[in-house]
């Protein structure tokens, strides 16, 4: 499976950007997706995540309410809308696939994803 993810880009305080990671093969509706973001001197963290299903999702408290993610299974594709941007979301944005198979299970750390796509930078200016 490889993954690439796009969207990032420059944006000023409140702005929006959109995320995109499309991954090939036939096996993504298998996978849980996690959007991770790491900024310079910071460890990697997760910022959301979403089942093999789309069922179920989890939402960092520093995004939840501003961040918003789904998936297309048909498209192979997951996006992270973020709205009301904030400086310190400044970051390297990395999607990332766990293998979920029926389950809800929802990743939480960067141990064990099983697949990571480049990041993408999203700079929000003050």
């Known amino acids: 499976v490889q993954l690439q993810a796009s969207g990032g880009g420059l944006v000023q305080a409140g702005g929006s950007l959109r995320l995109s990671c499309a991954a090939s093969?036939?096996?993504?509706?298998?996978?849980?997706v996690g959007w991770f973001r790491q900024a310079p001197g910071k460890e990697r963290e997760i910022v959301v995540a979403?089942?093999?299903?789309?069922?179920?999702?989890y939402y960092a408290s520093s995004v939840k309410g501003r961040f918003t993610t789904s998936r297309d299974n048909a498209k192979n594709t997951v996006y992270l809308q973020m709205n009301s941007l904030k400086p310190e979301d400044t970051a390297v944005y990395y999607c990332?696939?766990?293998?979920?198979?029926?389950?809800?299970?929802?990743?939480?750390?960067?141990?064990?994803?099983?697949?990571w796509g480049k990041g993408t930078l999203v700079t929000v200016s003050s």
């Open positions: 979403i089942s093999a299903s789309g069922r179920s999702t």
């Open positions: 990332a696939l766990r293998y979920g198979g029926r389950t809800e299970t929802l990743p939480s750390v960067p141990g064990g994803m099983d697949y």
């Open positions: 093969g036939r096996t993504f509706s298998s996978y849980a």
